[in-house]
């Protein structure tokens, strides 16, 4: 374990927002020796019961486990985790299809709680030196030269001054909103004509109704749903369809136009799911978008990092594992830059920044394949054939999908790395791809 930074005297660091990034990042700081403000405008979460139909169960993977693993969390936040190692796909007629994330079937996301995620990383926030947590503290300005800010609390406006802060404060972030009015930072979110809804299967007997070692997608071409196991054996299952149209969320509004259409899209779930329409009434629509902003950083001391400098679509799993990533290329620059905040906020902004671009891009795309293409036997096809490359040449072939999950190369040299191999193994998998159409056998040639 790092003790600190080589900086003789520490600024104390103040961070905006206790999510998932906020409190990974407080207990890295408090790691390296500097007292930590972290701020939070919500109630502290662990007191009440969690927002009704917003959670998104997350996807953790091997980017926000090296993350926690460096610190010692890994253990501790993995006892609630489901391990998921592969895709299970649900046809509106027919037999269910297994797809494995790895071609050995070996490796797995894991599916956990937004919720029980950020307990335990605030219960660590907490525990850690020099950390002090408050809640109900919503920021409402910001003076990046001086470090000034004013909060808006229960008890009234609480003005504070800080030599850094830090900006973890989520998709809707106020502190790149302060930058964005006042201090030239251009900000932009695209948001997506899809929105998404939270629906709930519960345990049947006391088991699991569907199989928990599994992702469950229901593609519907221009829509989808999705499933992921939950501890109490439940799943948390989301819609993702779109806002408008005929089999958008404004068009069902009635309790009988919600069951005709989940009979008629998804009718292996209607059984399943006894409380699906009041569900669907209920639970609110989540919107979807991805926003990129720039300068991520002002003056050398107020930053933006995870998703209040880069929130992604949620179609790659990736929105916490890369808000962790971030806290951990953050903590290399400052120790590279002996705890110099001047230097080291411009250099994690230029390391990372083609990073969560390229992840934004592939977030995108795996929306069109999830909710289009996991169905079709062409798709079948290209997977069976990639995780026969995957075999045949070890190390020189690795798909996109291993690459994002199972490995922590930056993302942007996975994009790079991805089009080389469809280059250079064009004629390779050409080979393979006829010997197993022909033969239904792989040939398999060393390497």
């Given at each position: 374990?790092?003790?600190g930074?080589?900086?003789?005297?520490?600024?104390?660091?103040?961070?905006?927002?206790?999510?998932?990034?906020?409190?990974?990042?407080?207990?890295?700081?408090?790691?390296?020796?500097?007292?930590?403000?972290?701020?939070e405008?919500?109630?502290?979460?662990?007191?009440?019961?969690?927002?009704?139909?917003?959670?998104?169960?997350?996807?953790?993977?091997?980017?926000?486990?090296d993350?926690?693993?460096?610190?010692?969390?890994?253990?501790?936040?993995?006892?609630?985790?489901?391990?998921?190692?592969?895709?299970?796909?649900?046809?509106?007629?027919?037999?269910?299809?297994?797809?494995?994330?790895?071609?050995?079937g070996r490796?797995?996301?894991?599916s956990?709680?937004?919720?029980?995620?950020?307990n335990?990383?605030?219960?660590a926030?907490?525990?850690?030196?020099?950390?002090?947590?408050?809640?109900?503290?919503?920021?409402?300005?910001?003076d990046?030269?001086?470090?000034?800010?004013?909060?808006?609390?229960?008890?009234?406006?609480v003005?504070?001054?800080?030599?850094?802060?830090?900006?973890?404060?989520?998709?809707?972030?106020?502190?790149?909103?302060?930058?964005?009015?006042?201090?030239?930072?251009?900000?932009?979110?695209?948001?997506?004509?899809?929105?998404?809804?939270?629906l709930t299967?519960?345990?049947?007997?006391?088991e699991?109704?569907?199989?928990?070692?599994?992702?469950?997608?229901?593609?519907?071409g221009?829509?989808?749903?999705?499933?992921?196991?939950?501890?109490?054996?439940?799943?948390?299952?989301?819609?993702?369809?779109?806002?408008?149209g005929?089999?958008?969320?404004a068009?069902l509004?009635?309790?009988?136009?919600?069951?005709?259409?989940?009979?008629?899209?998804?009718?292996d779930?209607?059984?399943?799911?006894?409380?699906?329409?009041?569900?669907?009434?209920?639970?609110?629509?989540?919107?979807?978008?991805?926003?990129?902003c720039s300068?991520?950083?002002?003056?050398?001391?107020?930053?933006?990092?995870?998703?209040?400098?880069?929130?992604?679509?949620?179609?790659?799993?990736?929105?916490?594992?890369c808000?962790?990533?971030d806290?951990?290329?953050?903590?290399?620059?400052?120790?590279?830059?002996?705890?110099d905040?001047?230097?080291?906020?411009?250099?994690?902004?230029?390391?990372?920044?083609?990073?969560?671009?390229?992840?934004?891009?592939?977030a995108?795309?795996?929306f069109?394949?999830?909710?289009?293409?996991?169905?079709?036997?062409?798709?079948?096809?290209?997977?069976?054939?990639?995780?026969?490359?995957?075999r045949?040449?070890?190390?020189?072939?690795?798909?996109?999908?291993?690459?994002?999950s199972?490995?922590?190369?930056?993302y942007?040299?996975v994009q790079?790395?991805?089009?080389r191999?469809?280059?250079?193994?064009g004629?390779?998998?050409?080979?393979?791809?006829?010997?197993?159409?022909?033969?239904?056998?792989?040939i398999?040639?060393?390497?």
């Amino acid at each position: 374990m790092t003790t600190g930074h080589g900086h003789r005297e520490k600024d104390p660091v103040a961070v905006v927002g206790a999510g998932l990034a906020g409190c990974l990042l407080a207990c890295y700081l408090a790691r390296a020796g500097y007292r930590v403000d972290l701020y939070e405008r919500r109630p502290d979460p662990r007191a009440g019961s969690p927002e009704r139909g917003r959670s998104i169960n997350l996807a953790l993977s091997e980017r926000g486990l090296d993350a926690l693993r460096r610190i010692g969390l890994e253990e501790q936040v993995m006892a609630d985790a489901l391990p998921m190692r592969g895709r299970m796909i649900h046809p509106v007629a027919g037999q269910l299809d297994f797809q494995q994330y790895s071609h050995d079937g070996r490796r797995a996301i894991n599916s956990i709680s937004r919720g029980a995620l950020n307990n335990a990383l605030l219960a660590a926030a907490e525990a850690a030196p020099g950390v002090t947590v408050r809640f109900g503290h919503r920021l409402t300005r910001l003076d990046p030269r001086t470090g000034e800010m004013a909060f808006e609390t229960p008890e009234g406006e609480v003005r504070v001054t800080a030599p850094v802060v830090l900006g973890a404060d989520g998709a809707g972030s106020a502190v790149r909103g302060e930058l964005a009015a006042h201090h030239g930072t251009r900000e932009s979110t695209d948001w997506l004509d899809y929105g998404y809804k939270e629906l709930t299967v519960p345990a049947v007997d006391g088991e699991f109704a569907l199989d928990p070692g599994a992702l469950h997608i229901w593609p519907r071409g221009t829509s989808m749903m999705i499933a992921l196991p939950n501890p109490d054996r439940s799943f948390t299952c989301t819609m993702f369809w779109p806002t408008e149209g005929p089999a958008g969320f404004a068009a069902l509004r009635t309790p009988a136009e919600i069951e005709d259409h989940f009979r008629t899209h998804y009718p292996d779930v209607v059984p399943l799911a006894p409380d699906l329409v009041d569900d669907y009434l209920a639970n609110p629509v989540g919107r979807l978008g991805t926003v990129r902003c720039s300068p991520w950083q002002v003056e050398g001391r107020v930053a933006l990092l995870g998703d209040a400098a880069h929130a992604i679509v949620p179609f790659y799993g990736q929105g916490a594992n890369c808000g962790f990533e971030d806290v951990v290329e953050l903590d290399r620059c400052l120790t590279e830059t002996a705890g110099d905040w001047g230097r080291a906020l411009p250099l994690f902004e230029r390391r990372r920044k083609e990073n969560t671009d390229a992840i934004a891009e592939m977030a995108l795309a795996n929306f069109v394949e999830m909710r289009d293409k996991v169905a079709s036997p062409v798709f079948r096809f290209v997977k069976t054939v990639e995780h026969a490359l995957e075999r045949a040449l070890p190390g020189r072939f690795v798909s996109r999908y291993e690459l994002v999950s199972f490995s922590t190369v930056p993302y942007a040299q996975v994009q790079r790395r991805v089009r080389r191999q469809q280059r250079a193994l064009g004629g390779t998998a050409a080979v393979l791809a006829a010997g197993l159409a022909v033969g239904g056998r792989l040939i398999r040639r060393k390497p």
